[in-house]
């Protein structure tokens, strides 16, 4: 059975960091590129950061380059995201993502975690 499971979301205070993490099993998890998405309430999905499947190749969003970082250990199956500096517009669910060609076919989801950012 193919799983994706976040965790490390909670709520902090804003320019305070998390570490979220996804746990895969049930695939090659070396064979996946990985991504994180978060959705804030009444919006749409954001696409935030990827990272290939080798670890070598990282993408941001604009908002979040130079305080977000996506990193992995294929040896742990993990994807990591470190979020440094938050703000409140970062408030969302965030999910972990796991694709690899054909996507139609291997395009897997976890269920989310909560990052709250307030004073």
């Known amino acids: 059975e193919v799983q994706l499971v976040e965790s490390g979301g909670g709520m902090v205070q804003p320019g305070e960091s998390l570490r979220l993490s996804c746990v895969a099993s049930?695939?090659?998890?070396?064979?996946?590129?990985m991504s994180w998405i978060r959705q804030a309430d009444g919006k749409g999905p954001e696409w935030v950061s990827s990272?290939?499947?080798?670890?070598?190749?990282?993408n941001y969003t604009d908002s979040v380059k130079g305080r977000f970082a996506v990193s992995r250990d294929n040896a742990k199956n993990t994807v990591y995201l470190q979020m440094n500096s938050l703000k409140p517009e970062d408030t969302a669910v965030y999910y972990c993502?796991?694709?690899?060609?054909?996507?139609?076919?291997?395009?897997?989801w976890g269920q989310g975690t909560q990052v709250t950012v307030s004073s």
């Open positions: 993502n796991a694709r690899r060609w054909p996507a139609v076919v291997y395009d897997y």
């Open positions: 049930g695939f090659t998890f070396s064979e996946y590129d």
């Open positions: 990272i290939n499947s080798g670890g070598t190749s990282t």
